[in-house]
């Protein structure tokens, strides 16, 4: 599985930025896809989840209300939709891949649980 991030930039604080993930190889391998995002200084750290067929969403504490995932399966692409964004929101951005069947069960939201990665896109927010 092979994992594209796109979409990141420069944007103030207030405002909104769409996040894309494409997937290709593999596709019929994954459950579940995961963004996550690491700051300067920072752990990577789980920013919201969604099952491949879409059933269901998980979504951390910090960004719910403001961040909405979603996928479009024809284009086998994910989305992150920012809004509200804060200059806490400023990290690189990472798409991930879950091919376990326990993400049938569960959105699993450590890093390492995810097996596939793509190569991050950074999001800077100025205040």
């Known amino acids: 599985v092979q994992l594209q991030a796109f979409g990141g930039g420069l944007v103030q604080a207030g405002g909104s930025l769409r996040l894309s993930c494409a997937a290709s190889?593999?596709?019929?391998?994954?459950?579940?896809m995961g963004w996550f995002r690491q700051a300067p200084g920072k752990e990577r750290e789980f920013v919201a989840g969604i099952q491949w067929n879409g059933k269901s969403t998980c979504y951390a504490d910090s960004v719910k209300g403001r961040f909405t995932i979603s996928r479009d399966n024809a284009k086998n692409t994910v989305y992150l939709q920012m809004n509200s964004l804060s200059p806490e929101d400023t990290a690189v951005y990472y798409c991930a891949a879950d091919p376990s069947p326990y993400s049938t069960v569960r959105i699993r939201t450590y890093s390492s649980e995810y097996a596939y990665w793509g190569q991050g896109t950074l999001v800077t927010v100025s205040s």
């Open positions: 190889g593999s596709i019929f391998s994954i459950n579940a």
